[in-house]
């Protein structure tokens, strides 16, 4: 089946150590995001790849970074996480700009629940 | 500009009762609506989704919304609530406004549903 698929499920990492997540999708849409989600909280979105291109929210911190290597590949990079951090970290994609192939609606991963002590 | 809101963060019905979880939105584009579902340390799941085709939108577990643009409005509704329909519930809002929007949703804050035995 095609899918979203988040690792890892669960990550701990220290204060101040960086940490990496990972998304990667069977999906072949053109559009990426990563959202952070706080407890009992509607998702927050941090950035988006449309394509290539890079598209980052005005209030979205600096220690947060994104790289997207391929269509089917996307990573979040936390530089150097506060435990303002944890947070329930979510991938998901869409197929938009497209013409009659586009869809809108997203689909998402499980997610990554990040600890950080 | 767009927004949601979501009548009600939590919401509580006996099994077998009507659901319903209400929604209003604001959109200066034509919109496209979608209603996610959250379970414990899970990622979104689409339950339903309105792009502008039937204003009766069914979506998967017996769910279905209804399109209301005089009424600004997307309620979600279930004739007869199952255990199984403990969540949180999202009602979310995407149109396309140019550039670097295109995809995004905003969405509500939330309400959870409790299903009571």
């Known amino acids: 089946d095609a899918m979203v698929i988040q690792n890892p499920r669960y990550q701990v990492t220290q204060f101040g150590k960086p940490v990496t997540l990972s998304c990667s999708q069977t999906?072949?849409?053109?559009?990426m995001y990563w959202y952070q989600q706080k407890s009992s909280q509607a998702p927050k979105l941090l950035f988006h790849y449309y394509d290539k291109d890079f598209n980052n929210e005005a209030d979205t911190p600096d220690n947060f970074q994104s790289r997207r290597p391929n269509t089917s590949f996307c990573f979040l990079d936390i530089r150097s996480p506060g435990l303002g951090d944890a947070a329930m970290y979510l991938c998901?994609?869409?197929?938009?700009?497209?013409?009659?192939?586009?869809?809108?609606?997203?689909?998402f991963g499980p997610g990554t629940r990040l600890t950080v002590t | 500009a767009q927004s949601v809101t979501q009548l009600g963060s939590h919401v509580s019905v006996s099994e077998g009762a009507l659901v319903l979880l209400r929604c209003n939105y604001s959109s200066s584009v034509p919109p496209y609506l979608f209603w996610y579902v959250q379970y414990p340390n899970q990622g979104l799941q689409l339950l339903l989704k309105y792009t502008s085709a039937a204003t009766l939108v069914k979506g998967i577990n017996g769910f279905e919304a209804e399109f209301k643009k005089s009424e600004t409005s997307f309620h979600l509704t279930k004739p007869s609530a199952h255990m199984s329909d403990a969540a949180e519930y999202f009602c979310a809002v995407s149109g396309y406004a140019g550039g670097t929007s295109y995809g995004k949703l905003t969405f509500g804050q939330g309400t959870i549903l409790t299903v009571h035995p």
């Open positions: 998901a994609t869409s197929r938009v700009g497209q013409g009659s192939g586009s869809s809108y609606e997203q689909y």
């Open positions: 999906l072949n849409h053109n559009v």
